[in-house]
């Protein structure tokens, strides 16, 4: 069993940045890869960002790559997103989630593969 915090949302204007992070309770946070997915108003949840459970591995959404930056500290039980050049699109709910594969798979960006998830931090994007 694994729960899940997430903080550091909040409200900047575009071109800002911010980093977002989840705190990870329970055992074996080490062997989880974990997951970042967001949510907007009247849209479905989509996949953000990934990291493997050693940080070797990380994949992006093509929206967020070159501006967004997943990293884990295993010590701490803690995975992070910075977030960079923000926009206005990138308004939303932001979920972690920890996967039972501790190598992301080929099918990383399906929620489904994520059994654990927090309850999400809100990012406000402002123009």
């Known amino acids: 069993q694994v729960q899940l915090v997430e903080s550091g949302g909040g409200s900047v204007q575009a071109g800002g940045s911010l980093r977002l992070s989840c705190a990870a309770s329970?055992?074996?946070?080490?062997?989880?890869?974990m997951g970042w997915f967001r949510q907007a108003p009247g849209k479905e949840r989509e996949f953000v960002a990934a990291?493997?459970?050693?940080?070797?591995?990380?994949r992006y959404a093509d929206s967020v790559k070159g501006r967004f930056t997943i990293s884990r500290d295993n010590a701490k039980n803690t995975v992070y997103l910075q977030m960079n050049s923000l926009k206005p699109e990138d308004t939303a709910v932001y979920y972690c989630?920890?996967?039972?594969?501790?190598?992301?798979?080929?099918?990383?960006?399906?929620?489904?593969?994520?059994?654990?998830w927090g309850q999400g931090t809100q990012v406000t994007v402002s123009s």
């Open positions: 990291v493997s459970w050693s940080g070797g591995q990380t």
């Open positions: 329970g055992r074996s946070f080490s062997r989880y890869a």
């Open positions: 989630a920890a996967s039972p594969n501790a190598y992301l798979s080929g099918r990383y960006y399906f929620g489904n593969e994520y059994n654990y």
